[in-house]
Every structure is written in structure tokens, then in C-alpha cells.
């Protein structure tokens, strides 16, 4: 094995969890952020069993099961009348699946991956670093990186770009292609869970569906808090994770949901953010480079798998180089191999569920009565997603 370290550009979830998956497998890491520091940013996310498994491996269970709740159900009701239309099981899921489900708030899980970076051998973390250059030499590929008034070189066995929708790395790669807007754009708000109505039940996760809008809740940070995250139709778009939401168009678009209007108008304060959609890149891997996560295929939150396959990709990375230590292009031509087609097919499958969940009258009556035929089994059509295992 080199003891050249491995460079991986981004420390959100996927940088993070790619860091720890390859020092467990014995490879020293060089993790590099272009921000000075993690802030919070988002609110709640979802760890399916695809991804929760992962995390449990890399002996983040404890952390986890404290900051995480496990919902019992996925509640699936009409927005204006509350109807219930299906209640899935989701508190099976470990049986089912060997790993729990649970809903996090990203902040708690970033903090937690951060904590655990930072006290594990072989990884370094420099904060306020960007890559600025690359080449290809006889020792290695020397890696210019650029922060504050300076640059400094090192060099590297291999590269992974954990950067996100709009890529550094991908351009550095020759890869200018552009994500664009997908006419959603989604709104999140928290309250103390003790701000909640008595009717409310904190222990599900709930999915309401609406003409041209749809809105999930769920419990986060212990349970101490209600995360709602309503999307909705919208041409004008901006870049960035987030801003300041003006309510009154939600309560007048919300107007007629009996039940979460009351909540919608206790949130203190929206964060609003426009949804960017594309097809997996062509290309995600350059011989000893490659790219991660929504670097390499970004999924609209439809099916709550952003994250996860974040996750997924940073375990299979380090499972393939662990084959192949010394030849990393062999091992990421076969990762772009593998995963390619299981990002294509969540990128397709959240698409088409945006469209369902925002179906018109009347076509949603049609899309109303699947869901109640299928009640308990309604995610029996998911096993293919939250039974992943590892391949290669």
C-alpha cells in the first residue's frame, strides 16, 4: 500500500463518512474543506437501513441512536383534509433490513462524523483549503491546494471530489457541465416539539400531498424537535443552500390544510432553497480521481437518498481500493462501474415521485387509491433501496 495519503476535497456527509470508510481501511487520509468551518446548515435528513448499516459499522451507533429517532411508520395523508391514505411500517426495518431507520437533523450527524474524524489515526483535516491544481508525476499527483494568501503542494495516491452540486473537482477535470434548476424549491422550518398540537403523532414520519406541493414531517434531535419541510412549484430559482422564506405565500398556497396550517404559521422563520436536478455525469472517474455524491449524481429529495448514497459511495470507494490498493485507477473504473446504475435508477425514481406527489385534482384521486390498495406494503416496492449491500 502507498504511504502516500489519499486526498478527499469536501468534508459534508460524504467527504466525512469517505474519510473515516478509508481509514478503517488502513489508508491515511488528507481531508481538505474549502470553508473555514462546518456550519449548520439544512435540517432534517433520513438514514434509510441502505445507509444507517454503514454508520453503524464505522461505530457511530451509540452517537447515532441518541441524536436520531426511529419512527414507528411512514403516514401518508391528504394535505387539505388529513385523510390517512397508508401507514407503512418503518419500526421493522431492522428486522427487515438488519439496520435501523432513523431521521436526523444534519447538523447532529455532521457534528457526529466530525467528532469521530477527529479522533481517528490517520486522518488530517485542514479547514479553509481548496484545490487549485493537479498533475500527474512519477512519485505521485501533486496536488496544489489554495487557501488564505498562500498555496502549498503535496502529494497524493489518489483523489476523491466530495464538493457537492457544483463541483470544484469536476471542472478541474474538464467537466463544465451545469445542474439545472428543476422548477421545485423547498421550504424548511423547525419548532420545539412541545409547540405542537396534542393531535399530532410525533413518533411517524408523515408525507401529505397536494396539487403542485407536498410536505413531510418528523421528529429530530431526540425527539425534541418537529422538522416540516414543504416543496413547491416555482419558476424563479437561486443558487445556494439557503434564504429567508416569505411565509405569507405559504399561507396563502396552504390556506385550506386544516391540519399543518396551525403549524405552518407557528414557525418563527423559513429557510428557503431551490432544488437543482441532472443526470449523473458521463464520467466520474480519471484514472487515480473521482468524484462522490452529489458531485457525481445530485437526486432530488423525493426518495430521501441524498445522503445515503453519499454514504454507499464512500463505502464502496474503500472497499474497492482495499482490493486494489496500489492501482486506485482500477478501483475507481469498477466504483463508477457499480454505482452508476444504482444512481441513475434513484435519480429516475425521485423524479417520478415528484410528479406523483404533486398530481391535480383529479388525476390524484386515481394516484390516492394506489396508495390505499397498497396501505402497509406501500415501500414493499423499495426493497431493492433499503436492502443494498456491498458489491464488488
Known amino acids: 500500500m502507498s504511504q502516500l495519503p489519499i486526498l478527499v476535497s469536501g468534508a459534508g456527509i460524504g467527504g466525512l463518512t469517505t474519510a473515516l470508510c478509508l481509514a478503517a481501511r488502513g489508508f491515511r487520509v488528507n481531508l481538505v474543506e474549502k470553508r473555514t468551518r462546518l456550519e449548520e446548515v439544512g435540517a432534517g435528513l433520513q438514514l434509510s437501513p441502505n445507509a444507517s448499516h454503514i454508520l453503524i459499522g464505522l461505530g457511530l451507533g451509540k452517537a447515532l441512536s ?9 403516514d401518508v395523508r391528504q394535505g387539505k383534509t388529513s385523510a390517512l391514505l397508508a401507514r407503512a411500517p418503518l419500526g421493522n426495518m431492522q428486522n427487515r433490513f438488519g439496520a435501523p431507520y432513523w431521521v436526523i437533523h444534519r447538523a447532529d450527524l455532521q457534528q457526529i462524523l466530525l467528532d469521530h474524524v477527529r479522533g481517528t489515526a490517520g486522518i488530517t483535516m485542514q479547514f479553509g483549503r481548496s484545490l487549485a491544481a493537479m498533475a500527474q508525476t512519477a512519485q505521485g499527483l501533486e496536488i496544489t491546494l489554495s487557501g488564505t494568501n498562500q498555496h502549498e503542494t503535496m502529494l497524493a495516491h489518489a483523489v476523491i471530489g466530495a464538493d457537492g452540486l457544483h463541483s470544484d473537482m469536476a471542472m478541474l477535470l474538464g467537466d463544465t ?24 403523532e410525533p413518533q411517524r414520519t408523515t408525507l401529505y400531498l397536494g396539487p ?9 434531535r431526540g425527539g425534541e424537535q418537529f422538522n416540516l419541510v414543504l416543496v413547491t412549484r416555482e419558476k424563479n430559482h437561486e443558487a445556494g443552500w439557503s434564504r429567508m422564506g416569505d411565509a405569507a405565500k405559504l399561507h396563502h398556497a396552504l390556506k385550506n390544510w386544516n391540519t399543518l396550517l396551525p403549524l405552518i404559521r407557528q414557525m418563527p422563520d423559513w429557510q428557503v432553497w431551490s432544488l437543482y436536478d441532472r443526470a449523473p455525469r458521463s464520467r466520474w472517474s480519471y484514472g487515480p480521481v473521482t468524484l462522490l455524491g ?17 454514504i454507499e459511495d464512500a463505502a464502496t470507494l474503500a472497499h474497492l481500493l482495499a482490493q486494489t490498493p496500489d492501482t486506485p485507477s482500477q478501483a475507481f ?5 457499480l454505482r452508476l446504475p444504482r444512481a441513475t435508477r434513484v435519480q429516475q425514481t425521485a423524479r417520478k415521485n415528484g410528479s406523483v406527489y404533486h398530481l391535480p385534482f383529479p388525476l390524484s384521486l386515481a394516484r390516492d387509491a394506489v396508495i390505499r390498495r397498497k396501505n402497509e406494503h406501500l415501500l414493499d416496492d423499495y426493497d431493492w433501496l433499503y436492502g443494498w449491500t456491498m458489491q464488488g
Open 66 to 74: 441518541r441524536a436520531a429517532c426511529a419512527p414507528l411508520s411512514l
Open 177 to 200: 457541465s451545469k445542474a439545472k434548476p428543476s422548477g421545485y424549491q423547498a421550504w424548511r422550518g423547525t419548532l420545539p416539539m412541545s409547540a405542537v398540537h396534542p393531535g399530532y
Open 212 to 220: 403542485q406541493v407536498h410536505a413531510v414531517t418528523y421528529p429530530i
Open 294 to 310: 452529489d458531485a457525481a449524481h445530485p437526486v432530488l429529495p423525493f426518495m430521501a437518498q441524498g445522503a445515503a448514497l453519499a
Open 333 to 337: 473504473a469498477r466504483y463508477q462501474q
